[in-house]
């Protein structure tokens, strides 16, 4: 069964204060692992896909790389605009199963200002 | 430039009623799905489609139906509504790219059902 970890569950940081968000998984098999954000009251709103280990992507203040049991979402001096839930899911590759996204929990970021 | 549509927005119902929530979108996604999401439980995968006559169960799927008509839209049919099903509930769909589903998952905005 696929899983999914995020730490930590909530963070809070001070504007300018950089920070990371983990995202642990165990899938049979990573067709890819995508970065969702979920503002209050809101769908999610795709972010990033990583495909392979040594993998990285940027969008202004967010950096999400990949390892083989986890990845990271940097976020580098944020504003309070970045609050919001960090959603991280995985797709498996395995014949129909590539079709069931399994997401972890989430890591509500707040920035104050 | 509509994109994922679920009406309605907000709903309550009493215990063993049925309702159908509604999702349409406009991108022409081979593939759409039902997730439900409650607190400190993440999203969860009830239902899954990917193409007009062809559908599959998620994670969640006891107490829910679907079916694909048209690519366009993708109802959810609760049967006979329990406390249990109390929840937020997004339709999302995807495209094809290289002959497989991507995850890059589009979003509406959420149903809100209660229960009572």
């Known amino acids: 069964e696929d899983q999914v970890t995020q730490s930590p569950e909530a963070l809070r940081l001070q504007e300018g204060e950089s920070s990371s968000l983990n995202c642990s998984y165990t899938?049979?098999?990573?067709?890819?692992l995508f970065w969702y954000r979920q503002d209050p009251g809101k769908g999610p709103e795709f972010l990033f896909t990583l495909y392979s280990a040594g993998e990285e992507k940027e969008k202004e203040r967010l950096k999400a790389t990949l390892t083989k049991k986890e990845s990271f979402l940097h976020i580098t001096a944020p504003k309070p605009e970045d609050s919001a839930t960090y959603l991280c899911?995985?797709?498996?590759?395995?014949?129909?199963?590539?079709?069931?996204?399994?997401f972890g929990k989430g890591t509500l970021l707040t920035v104050n200002p | 430039n509509a994109g994922v549509t679920q009406t309605p927005k907000f709903q309550v119902l009493k215990t063993g009623q049925s309702m159908t929530l509604q999702c349409a979108q406009d991108?022409?996604?081979?593939?759409m799905s039902w997730y439900r999401q409650d607190p400190g439980m993440g999203l969860r995968l009830i239902h899954y489609s990917v193409g007009a006559g062809i559908t599959d169960q998620g994670e969640v799927p006891n107490g829910y139906n679907v079916s694909r008509s048209t690519t366009e839209d993708f109802p959810l049919r609760l049967l006979s509504a329990a406390p249990s099903q109390t929840s937020v509930y997004f339709c999302a769909s995807s495209y094809s790219k290289g002959g497989r589903i991507t995850g890059e998952l589009f979003f509406g905005e959420g149903s809100r059902l209660t229960v009572l």
């Open positions: 899938v049979s098999g990573l067709r890819g």
């Open positions: 899911a995985v797709q498996p590759y395995s014949g129909g199963s590539n079709y069931k996204l399994t």
């Open positions: 991108m022409n996604h081979e593939y």
